[in-house]
C-alpha cells in the first residue's frame, strides 16, 4: 500500500486546490474532482482538509467519495484495468476476468498491486456491449478479452515479468 501523503509539497498542493473553493458545502464535489484529478485519488489528508474548509464532519465527506465510483480512496496503479460489469459483459464473463486478474496479479476490485503497477476496479457499462467482455487499460479498450487474453495484456503492459515470453 502507498503511503499516506508525505508533508511538504503535497500537502501544499492539496491545500491549494482545497483553498481554491469558497468554503461552502457545495463545493465539496468540485474540491474532490481537482484533487482526483491531481493525485489520481482522494488522499485521507485532502479529504481531511475539504471538511475542515466547508465545516463538515469528515464521516460525510467520506460517504460522498465511496458514494460516487468515480473518486477512490486508494492510489491506483501506472497501469488502471477497468473490467465492464454491465449486463452484457457479465453475460460473457467478466468475472472470468476479474478472477483471472486475481489469479495472476492478486488485486481484486479496489486493490492495487504492492507495487503500484496495476490496480482493478469493475465499472457499469461503457457502452461497447458488442464487444464484451470489455476491458479498459487506462484509456484503451480491449475488446472479447478471453480468460488466456487477459495474460497476454497483462504482460503487454509489463506485468507477469516472471512468466515465460513464449
Ligand atoms: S455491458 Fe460492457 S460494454 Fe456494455
Do not use: W
Request: aromatic fraction near 8%; proline fraction near 4%; charge should be negative.
Amino acid at each position: 500500500m502507498a503511503a499516506d501523503v508525505k508533508a511538504g509539497e503535497t500537502a501544499e498542493e492539496l491545500q491549494r486546490i482545497v483553498n481554491h473553493y469558497p468554503g461552502e458545502k457545495r463545493y465539496i464535489l468540485a474540491i474532490m474532482q481537482d484533487v482526483q484529478g491531481e493525485f489520481k485519488y482522494l488522499p485521507k489528508e485532502g479529504l481531511e482538509m475539504i471538511a475542515a474548509h466547508v465545516n463538515v464532519p469528515l464521516s460525510r465527506v467520506y460517504s460522498m467519495a465511496t458514494f460516487y465510483k468515480a473518486f477512490s480512496l486508494v492510489p491506483k496503479g501506472r497501469i488502471n484495468f477497468k473490467v465492464c460489469d454491465g449486463t452484457a459483459c457479465h453475460i460473457k464473463g467478466s468475472n472470468v476476468l476479474i478472477d483471472q486478474i486475481y489469479q495472476h496479479l492478486g488485486i481484486k476490485p479496489g486493490e492495487t498491486t504492492a507495487d503500484g503497477e496495476f490496480s482493478l476496479e469493475t465499472v457499469n457499462c461503457i457502452g461497447a456491449c458488442a464487444l464484451a467482455p470489455a476491458l479498459v487499460a487506462n484509456e484503451r479498450v480491449h475488446p472479447k478479452v478471453t480468460s488466456a487474453g487477459i495474460i497476454e495484456i497483462i504482460k503487454s503492459y509489463g506485468g507477469l515479468a516472471d512468466a515465460t515470453d513464449n
